[in-house]
């Protein structure tokens, strides 16, 4: 049996591997946005720029390709792709991003019933759920003026049907 020279091995870490489907840029979510902004910028429409507005923080709420980012219990943040700053990656670390949310809000999350079960079983934690949690100072700020960019669209909505 003669061997074949011509075709090369993949490389040992990528054998059994699935490729994950790309993307859409971000620049054609950009480009909405630049559209919504010079269409009212041209129609002088203030209630026009709050629907673009309103298209950033949902974009930002929940289409934005991001990373889960949820620390490990070793300490590693996780990279699994997520969609959306207010979501993680699976139940567990959603858990966890739901009570850094709350806790962003000032407040303790109401729907948590036991001690998180992945630091009693295991026994071994490197790092707390509190720090597991926590959120990046750029998811943070940009979740923040998504919600104050919400709440001026609604206050302007309730002004345009005086």
Same mark, same amino acid.
């Given at each position: 049996?003669?061997?074949?020279?011509?075709?090369?091995?993949?490389?040992?870490?990528?054998?059994?591997?699935?490729?994950?489907?790309?993307?859409?840029?971000?620049?054609?979510?950009?480009?909405? $946005?630049?559209? $919504?902004?010079?269409?009212?910028?041209?129609?002088?429409?203030?209630?026009?720029?709050?629907?673009?507005?309103?298209?950033?923080?949902?974009?930002?709420?929940?289409?934005?390709?991001?990373?889960?980012?949820?620390?490990?219990?070793?300490?590693?943040?996780?990279?699994?792709?997520?969609?959306?700053?207010? $979501?993680?990656?699976?139940? =567990?670390?959603?858990?966890?991003?739901?009570?850094?949310?709350?806790?962003?809000?000032?407040?303790?999350?109401?729907?948590?019933?036991?001690?998180?079960? =992945?630091?009693?079983?295991?026994?071994?934690?490197?790092?707390?759920?509190?720090?597991?949690?926590?959120?990046?100072?750029?998811?943070?700020?940009?979740?923040?003026?998504?919600?104050?960019?919400?709440?001026?669209?609604?206050?302007?909505?309730?002004?345009?049907?005086?």
């Amino acid at each position: 049996m003669v061997a074949n020279l011509g075709k090369r091995e993949p490389p040992a870490a990528r054998r059994g591997t699935r490729r994950r489907p790309r993307r859409e840029s971000a620049l054609a979510w950009w480009a909405l $946005f630049a559209a $919504f902004a010079g269409f009212a910028w041209w129609l002088q429409s203030w209630r026009v720029a709050l629907l673009g507005l309103l298209a950033w923080c949902l974009y930002e709420f929940m289409l934005v390709p991001t990373m889960c980012r949820i620390l490990t219990q070793q300490g590693a943040a996780c990279t699994e792709r997520t969609r959306g700053r207010l $979501f993680a990656c699976g139940p =567990d670390h959603q858990r966890l991003r739901n009570d850094a949310l709350w806790r962003l809000a000032g407040l303790r999350n109401p729907f948590q019933k036991e001690p998180p079960p =992945d630091e009693s079983e295991t026994g071994v934690v490197v790092v707390s759920s509190d720090v597991r949690g926590r959120l990046t100072l750029l998811d943070r700020a940009l979740i923040l003026l998504a919600a104050a960019g919400t709440i001026a669209v609604l206050i302007g909505t309730i002004y345009g049907f005086r």
